[in-house]
């Protein structure tokens, strides 16, 4: 048996795969386009693992993605591969709509047509598993209820919509032509190998550096944290054991406001590698708010604790410990994504704000 997942050198891929692989010995075929948000040096520990089967290449190719489907033959489809930041998205949406839009209905089409080759045996096991986030549900009022997988769909950012329009296209591959898919919407996740253009490994980079944390508005936007291990686990839930046709919330029950994120930070920072011009915190600076910026999410994880039996195994005082001491033990892979292509975006982004 095999599986096949795209997006493997990414974040919460990579975090995956390193997972699966650390479990059992089922191979994985991994395709990656090697955007700037994926790093082979995430996978470094595999090199020279025949477990592992790397593919540099774009999820929107046709026939690379006919091609690998008819060689490995494998039992499931992950697909993790996206455009994955709503800032970038803000700049140039049109990456977002041909990798998570375009891209995804390449995959389903391929899937498609593969599953017209099974036998039914074959054909009866196999999973696609579509990787989606809360961002689809919209922005919530303070005292809101959390999201559940009945919430309408209101996406407000570029990367929100295409990844709404994404689930949809497999919502729909199921309901006309029959595709086994199971979609996941997961909150906010944190933890070693994200890239640090988002909040939590940038305020720890910026941190360590002496650099200014720059806090968007009034900092009081709130999200729901999950450690990317307890993501995977819930993955992994949903392609053993979810039903066909289903989607699964996965969240943290962790809401925080985006200061009390960077506040944590900095207070793990002074006790780990504390600095001696002062406190982390008095690095903290207000800068202008993001477009269209969503005020809260907050996920509702009652279906997949229920029927799957899936719990988080960090709590988020555990989990961030942890990251931030992965990011204070990893400054070589920090200085290593840090590239010119980084640098001009953080340039880009912070410096009109
Ligand atoms: P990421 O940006 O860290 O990684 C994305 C990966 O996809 C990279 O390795 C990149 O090289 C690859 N990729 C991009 N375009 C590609 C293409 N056209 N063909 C092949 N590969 C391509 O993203 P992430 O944070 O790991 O997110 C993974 C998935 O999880 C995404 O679908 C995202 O929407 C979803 N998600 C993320 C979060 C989060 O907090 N990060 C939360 C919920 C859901
Ligand atoms: P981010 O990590 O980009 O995730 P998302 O926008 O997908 O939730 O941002 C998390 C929150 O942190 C979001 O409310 C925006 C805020 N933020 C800042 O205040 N400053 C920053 O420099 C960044 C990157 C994010």
């Not at 998570?100 to 096991?125: F, I, S």
């Not at 005292?143 to 689930?167: G, I, L, R, V």
Request: hydrophobic share 40%.
């Amino acid at each position: 048996m095999t599986v096949l997942v795209t997006g493997g050198a990414g974040f919460i891929g990579s975090n995956f795969v390193l997972d699966w692989l650390a479990r059992h010995d089922e191979p994985v075929v991994n395709l990656d386009a090697l955007t700037y948000a994926g790093n082979l040096g995430n996978l470094g520990s595999l090199r020279g693992d025949a477990r592992h089967v790397f593919v540099k290449g774009d999820i929107c190719d046709r026939a690379l993605v006919d091609g690998l489907l008819a060689q490995h033959r494998p039992r499931a489809l992950l697909h993790f591969a996206a455009e994955s930041h709503v800032d970038r998205s803000i700049h140039g949406p049109g990456e977002f709509m041909r990798t998570n839009v375009t891209g995804t209905y390449t995959l389903l089409e391929a899937a498609r047509a593969h599953l017209a080759t099974l036998g039914d045996a074959e054909r009866a096991a196999f999973r696609f598993v579509h990787v989606s986030t809360d961002e689809v549900y919209g922005s919530l009022t303070a005292d809101a209820p959390a999201f559940t997988e009945t919430h309408a769909y209101e996406p407000n950012s570029p990367y929100s919509a295409s990844k709404a329009a994404s689930d949809h296209l497999v919502r729909a591959w199921h309901h006309t032509y029959g595709l086994p898919v199971l979609t996941t919407n997961c909150s906010n996740n944190y933890g070693p190998y994200h890239f640090p253009e988002k909040l939590i490994p940038l305020m720890i980079v910026n941190a360590l550096a002496g650099k200014a944390l720059p806090v968007y508005g009034d900092g009081l936007n709130v999200r729901d944290w999950l450690y990317v291990r307890d993501h995977c686990s819930g993955i992994r839930a949903v392609l053993d054991q979810g039903r066909v046709g289903e989607t699964y919330n996965i969240g943290g029950w962790n809401e925080k406001t985006n200061l009390e994120i960077v506040r944590t930070v900095c207070a793990l920072l002074d006790e780990m590698r504390p600095d001696p011009a002062g406190p982390h915190a008095r690095l903290i600076t207000f800068v202008k708010d993001r477009p269209g910026h969503d005020r809260r999410y907050a996920i509702d994880v009652r279906k997949i604790e229920r029927e799957l039996g899936w719990r988080p195994a960090e709590t988020f005082d555990s989990g961030i410990r942890k990251t931030v001491q992965w990011y204070l033990e990893h400054a070589e892979w920090v200085a290593r994504v840090q590239s010119g292509a980084y640098r001009d975006w953080v340039a880009q982004h912070y410096g009109a704000r």
